[in-house]
């Protein structure tokens, strides 16, 4: 297939096509507006496959994003712009609103007309794939599960803004017939993730030897996903997913955020303690300096309508899809902190800018 990915250079969407173009024959067309989150490094050498091309084009762009499904004509689409930091969303809606809401508007208003053009065999293979999130769902108790049934019930911007488009994309299958698949996803980590978010956040703070805030007392619940486990059930949503339907993907490893964090110090010190030379390059770590991380962790006032424990069901994912999770959460954290440790570059420069 030719897959239209919109977002391609950001964490996520970065990783999905290294995927498909690593693991797969299809072609990839990445069309990104390239914001602050966003990395082309994060892509590698993607030219070199003879498969990818890219576009830097605005979602919101009605006649750009026409004229690309014009000049590509692809089988696919697998939708992944947004603007998706929540505490950026709280400070400032009104971008989450646009590129959330008439982003995803302006792609399916696209997407509509250009199937509606297509010979029968390829309208009927067609899918339009809008990734999306588990925090729509808002917040669960102590015990119960995520799944594609749950009322929406969304605690942010953010995730208004996701709820939004997820309920629009619904709206084209039904009202216009438009092959849609939706899915929502639990909390992604992995390499190239932008350092805003909690894992990468910790890790860079636990080497340059700034405080690593914890919201609250720590104890809100996630489910962790490694990235690359999220983009094999991307791929398989797209290939076997059936039109109308929605999927949860998650990495069935529900953990508190104070856990997550005390994991990355262990982890940290035990990094210096094996390697001399981390010591050398990040002097101003705690463990460079004989310390423990866990010293520098301090607890902040917690996040507006901070949601307190998401948690997914997989089974439709996998019964229908045949996904199954690679990773449990030590080994794709320990690859991740790996990966950190060993590209300063890519990390340092974003920080600098």
């Known amino acids: 297939m030719k897959i239209l990915v919109t977002g391609g250079a950001g964490f ?30 994060s892509l590698g050498t993607p030219e070199a496959s003879g498969r ?8 919101c762009d009605a006649p750009a994003i026409r004229a690309a499904f014009e000049r590509h004509a692809p089988d696919a689409i697998m939708h992944l712009a947004a603007e998706s930091h929540v505490d950026r969303s709280i400070d400032g809606p009104g ?9 995803t508007y302006v792609l399916l208003d696209a997407a509509l007309a ?44 953010y995730s208004a803004s996701k709820a939004s488009s997820d309920h629009l994309v619904r709206a084209w299958h039904r009202t ?3 092959p849609t698949v939706v899915s929502n996803c639990s909390n992604n980590y992995g390499p190239y993730q932008f350092p805003e978010k909690l894992i990468p956040l910790t890790i860079l703070s636990a080497l340059e030897g700034r405080p690593i805030p914890v919201y609250g007392r720590g104890e809100n619940v996630r489910d962790w996903l490694h990235v690359e486990d999220h983009c094999r059930g991307i791929e398989l949503s797209i290939e076997r997913g059936r039109a109308g339907e929605v999927y949860n993907i998650g990495g069935g490893q529900e953990l508190p955020n104070i856990t997550v964090v005390d994991e990355i110090c262990r982890g940290v010190d035990a990094a210096f303690a094996k390697d001399a030379t981390l010591a050398i390059r990040f002097p101003d770590a705690p463990a460079a300096q ?5 010293e520098i962790k301090t607890y902040v006032e917690d996040r507006k309508g901070h949601d ?21 959460f030590t ?7 790996g990966w950190y440790l060993a590209n300063e570059a890519w990390w340092k420069a974003i920080l600098a800018r």
Do not use: C, M
């Open 12 to 41: 996520i969407g970065s990783a999905v096509i290294r995927h498909l173009l690593a693991a797969t024959d299809h072609h990839v067309v990445n069309v990104d507006k390239l914001t602050y989150a966003a990395d082309r490094r």
């Open 52 to 59: 990818y091309s890219f576009e830097q084009i605005d979602i």
């Open 95 to 103: 971008e989450f609103v646009r590129t959330n809401i008439l982003g």
């Open 114 to 157: 250009y199937w509606r053009g297509l010979e029968p065999e390829r309208a009927s293979a067609f899918r339009f794939h809008h990734i999306s999130t588990d925090e729509v769902f808002g917040e669960l108790d102590a015990t119960g599960l995520f799944t594609e049934e749950t009322p929406y019930d969304p605690s942010s911007p």
């Open 176 to 178: 216009y017939k438009l």
């Open 290 to 294: 004989g310390r423990a991380t866990a």
């Open 308 to 328: 307190r424990r998401y948690a997914i069901d997989e089974t439709k994912v996998r019964a229908e899809l045949g996904y199954v999770p690679a990773r449990d």
């Open 331 to 337: 080994q794709g954290f320990a690859e991740t902190l």
